[in-house]
Each structure stands twice: as C-alpha cells, then as structure tokens.
C-alpha cells in the first residue's frame, strides 16, 4: 500500500508553496503536466523509513518547470502559476485530501499577498534604479579615464617620437634644443598630470595617493622650477635625457591603464608596463638630480627665489640650500616610488600566475 507524506501548502498571486514532511529526503522525482503534480521520494515520514508518493489534481494548469530543495527536515517545492490570481482552493475536489493542511507559517489572506507582492516590486525597483545609477557613473567614470590616458599618451608618444627623430636627423646637436622644441608639449602633460593626485584622493582609481604625488610634484619641481625658471638651463643635455626618460615610461604607462578601463589586457605591454620601470625609474631619478644639481650655481649666483631674512642675520637664503634637501627628498622618495612599484609588479603577477595554476 502506497504511503502518502503530509504535505502543507500556501499560495502568492503567482506561486504555490508546497512542504513535504520526509526526513533525510532521497531520489526525489516531481512531475507536472498541466494541472496534475506528481511527487515520489524515498525518506522518514510518519511511517518510518519508507517510498511516499501522492498526486494532487490542482484547480489550474500550472507551468511544468518545478524548483525544490530538500533539507534535513522537510522538502519545499515551488510550482509557478500559469497565470497570475488566487486561487480560492488548491485542488479541483472541494474536500481537500487527508494528508493536505495550510501551511500557516507561510500563510497569507489575498489582500495581504498583494501588499507583499508591491512592497517586493518596489524594493526591485529601487534596486534597479539604484543599479541603473551606478552603472551610469561607472560609464561617466570609465569615459574620463579612457580619454584623459588616451590624452596623455598622446602627448607622450609625440615627444617621444618627436626628441627620436630629431636626435637621429641632427645627432648630438639635438640634445641642447630640447627644451624649446618640447617643452610646450611637457608642460601641458605634466600639468594635466596633477588629475592623477585627484583620482587617487577621490578613489576613481586604485593607487596610492602619497605615491603620486610624490611624482607628479616631484616632476613639476624640475620642468617650472629647474628648468622652466632658468634660461641657462634650457640648452643643457640633461634636459634631453630628462625629457626622454620621463616620455618613454608614459609610452607603456598610459596605454595600459587606457585598456584596463575597458576590461582588456594586452600582455606584452602588461609586461612592459610593470618591467620598463625597473631601470628607467633610477636613471630618471640621477637625471633629474643631475639638472638639480647643475642649477644650484645659477640660483646662487641670480640669487632668484632667495629667501629674505632679518638684516641682523643677512641679507637672504639662497635657495640653493633648498635644493640641498630636495636632493635628500628625491632619493627618498626614489625609494618609496620604488618600493611601492616594486610591490605592484609583485603582486600582479603572483596574481596571474595563480590564475595559471
């Protein structure tokens, strides 16, 4: 004889929630066609350790695609309605089977149904509105940093382009015209780089902030300061090496960042990005204390950017003695820059090589 479990039921406008009472539920088979459900599992119910099976002729066609879980304690089973109403019974026989009861846990009379299924609209909308923002500001983000790399990599790469031609057309004499032919161009650069202190302070991008500015000042001070402020620093080499230096690391660097705002990867430039670094960094470093440097002569004979003191100690501070500790400070933060790159590299391609395995 067949064993039948007990089985609990509510309803929503659009669902009906049935709760099988088998312990440890095994080899369950659900059926349904049209309106006929049909369930067969082997588990512990009111009779022990047996097969449970029962049919249930529901008052309306429901769609065939059934959901369950099974727990410990019971199995729940989702059948959806194939049109949205309430029911005003569960099945086509108006004296409900023996092993059938309300499952007042999940109980609800239709007025309140209808008020839980708006109150869940709602809630889906304000998700979806809020999703809908974000992705908006996402897309607004993306954009602006998609065209300020572009931007700047642009800038770059024509003075990266423009300082290699010139030196293998005029040689060594391109090397002492550097500043009138370039600089325009590494001034709107490096003054559009100050946007990168701003996206690292307001989180538009990953990095740190200390980082950054460390380089964006530290590359500021030498083209206003050292070199923009001093006409007899303009046909100097180190000019050259600075300039070119600085250009080749942002050839790799903006390109990437570029593509990793659209979620593409480009390996070899990857590869370049976090390597180039490794040796140009340092060389950039010694170029730029280099300039500095030559530069304290100057400052201390035009006595530009003097520091006035009191007549009773003198007439001024050169500015010279500045640049003795900015010279200290630029190693200094030649080692923090280093370390945190260093550490970039590291992590990104542990991170690729675990992906590997």
Same mark, same amino acid.
């Given at each position: 004889?067949?064993?039948?479990?007990?089985?609990?039921?509510?309803?929503?406008?659009?669902?009906?929630?049935?709760?099988?009472?088998?312990?440890?539920?095994? *080899?369950?088979?659900?059926?349904?066609?049209?309106?006929?459900?049909?369930?067969?599992?082997?588990?512990?119910?009111?009779?022990?350790?047996?097969?449970?099976?029962?049919?249930?002729?529901?008052?309306?066609?429901?769609?065939?695609?059934?959901?369950?879980?099974?727990?410990?304690?019971?199995?729940?089973?989702?059948?959806?309605?194939?049109?949205?109403?309430?029911?005003?019974?569960?099945?086509?026989?108006?004296?409900?089977? +023996?092993?059938?009861?309300?499952?007042?846990?999940?109980?609800?009379?239709?007025?309140?149904?209808?008020?839980?299924?708006?109150?869940?609209?709602?809630?889906?909308?304000?998700?979806?509105?809020?999703?809908?923002?974000?992705?908006?500001?996402?897309?607004?983000?993306?954009?602006?940093?998609?065209?300020?790399?572009?931007?700047?990599?642009?800038?770059?790469?024509?003075?990266?382009?423009?300082?290699?031609?010139?030196?293998?057309?005029?040689?060594?004499?391109?090397?002492?015209?550097?500043?009138?032919?370039?600089?325009?161009?590494?001034?709107?650069?490096?003054?559009?780089?100050?946007?990168?202190?701003?996206?690292?302070?307001?989180?538009?991008?990953?990095?740190?902030?200390?980082?950054?500015?460390?380089?964006?000042?530290?590359?500021?001070?030498? +083209?206003?300061?050292?070199?923009?402020?001093?006409?007899?620093?303009?046909?100097?080499?180190?000019?050259?090496?600075?300039? $070119?230096?600085?250009?080749?690391?942002?050839?790799?660097? $903006?390109?990437? =960042?570029?593509?990793?705002?659209?979620?593409?990867?480009?390996?070899?430039?990857?590869?370049?990005?976090?390597?180039?670094?490794?040796?140009? $960094?340092?060389?950039?470093?010694?170029?730029?204390?280099?300039?500095?440097?030559?530069?304290?002569?100057?400052?201390?004979?035009?006595?530009?950017?003097?520091?006035?003191?009191?007549?009773?100690?003198?007439?001024?501070?050169?500015?010279? =003695?500045?640049?003795?500790?900015?010279?200290?400070?630029?190693?200094?933060?030649?080692?923090?820059?280093?370390?945190?790159?260093?550490?970039?590299?590291?992590?990104?391609?542990?991170?690729?090589?675990?992906?590997? *395995?």
């Amino acid at each position: 004889m067949a064993l039948t479990p007990l089985v609990y039921w509510a309803q929503r406008h659009e669902e009906i929630y049935l709760r099988v009472e088998l312990t440890d539920a095994q *080899n369950i088979d659900i059926h349904v066609h049209e309106n006929i459900l049909q369930f067969r599992a082997l588990g512990h119910g009111a009779k022990g350790q047996n097969e449970y099976n029962f049919n249930l002729e529901l008052l309306l066609p429901v769609k065939p695609e059934v959901s369950h879980k099974s727990t410990q304690r019971q199995v729940n089973i989702i059948v959806r309605k194939n049109q949205r109403g309430w029911w005003e019974r569960l099945t086509v026989q108006e004296r409900k089977p +023996l092993f059938l009861a309300p499952d007042f846990d999940r109980w609800l009379e239709e007025s309140d149904a209808e008020m839980e299924f708006q109150q869940r609209e709602e809630k889906r909308s304000r998700i979806r509105a809020s999703r809908h923002r974000e992705e908006g500001f996402i897309s607004l983000k993306t954009g602006f940093l998609v065209v300020y790399n572009l931007v700047q990599f642009l800038g770059f790469s024509w003075i990266f382009v423009n300082m290699t031609v010139r030196l293998i057309i005029f040689g060594q004499d391109s090397l002492y015209d550097t500043f009138h032919t370039i600089s325009d161009v590494m001034f709107f650069c490096q003054i559009l780089a100050a946007v990168e202190v701003l996206n690292a302070a307001f989180g538009l991008v990953r990095t740190g902030v200390i980082p950054t500015v460390i380089q964006v000042v530290g590359r500021n001070f030498i +083209l206003f300061i050292i070199f923009g402020s001093l006409e007899e620093m303009h046909h100097q080499p180190v000019v050259f090496f600075v300039f $070119y230096l600085w250009s080749t690391i942002e050839i790799f660097r $903006y390109p990437f =960042y570029m593509l990793g705002c659209l979620n593409t990867e480009w390996k070899t430039l990857t590869w370049l990005r976090y390597t180039v670094w490794i040796p140009l $960094y340092p060389l950039g470093v010694l170029a730029e204390a280099f300039a500095v440097i030559q530069s304290i002569p100057i400052f201390d004979k035009t006595k530009l950017f003097s520091i006035p003191v009191p007549k009773a100690i003198g007439t001024s501070v050169s500015f010279s =003695y500045l640049l003795y500790v900015y010279l200290v400070l630029m190693f200094l933060g030649l080692f923090i820059n280093f370390r945190h790159l260093y550490k970039q590299r590291k992590r990104r391609f542990r991170t690729k090589k675990r992906k590997a *395995n």
